[in-house]
């Protein structure tokens, strides 16, 4: 692409000024822009992590199924309470060296509850409300989340910690 500029000398003659401008820079530029959008879109589907609404939905109030509530106070120490219609049937309360120990322990115990005399039940189990404190980081929410899909726990939900729990108990 050439662009003419015209301008007046000083002797009154009319200099005409051609300049290319290289645009194969900005093509490649451009071509990669669109390749990292590319990838990065590829990227956030596989990253993505399928669970279902536990509370809120009409689904969720038409089944009576046994619940789970998961109290993940810090990333090694959690209470983990087996309900069936409000009523409490089991409380495990579980302590672990680190974050990924924990989640082993809350899927050991899950899969107590899924299974009954060492035969998976259907449907044992039809969801979960976890409550996290505010030390607990986003992966180690994760890995309590894929510890209980495992145990076929598909309809999740999580609670914020209580405005209590996040000022340390300071009303």
């Not at 590829?42 to 038409?62: D, F, P, R, Y």
Request: glycine share 8%.
């Amino acid at each position: 692409m050439a662009v003419a500029v015209g301008g007046a000398s000083g002797s009154g003659r009319k200099k005409s000024l051609d300049a290319e401008i290289n645009l194969v820079s900005f093509i490649d530029l451009l071509s990669m822009c669109i390749c990292f959008l590319l990838m990065t879109a590829v990227w956030l589907e596989v990253g993505a992590l399928q669970v279902k609404q536990s509370h809120g939905t009409e689904a969720a109030a038409t089944d009576q199924g046994q619940e789970i509530a998961l109290n993940v106070a810090s990333p090694t120490q959690a209470d983990l309470v087996l309900k069936k219609s409000g009523r409490q049937l089991a409380k495990v309360a579980l302590k672990a060296p680190d974050a990924a120990e924990l989640a082993k322990q809350v899927d050991a115990a899950v899969a107590k509850w899924v299974t009954a005399g060492g035969v998976p039940q259907a449907n044992a189990i039809s969801a979960a409300m976890i409550e996290t404190g505010p030390a607990v980081s986003y992966g180690d929410l994760v890995r309590v989340m894929d510890a209980l899909r495992r145990n076929q726990v598909v309809n999740l939900g999580v609670v914020p910690a209580s405005r209590e729990a996040a000022m340390g108990g300071v009303r």
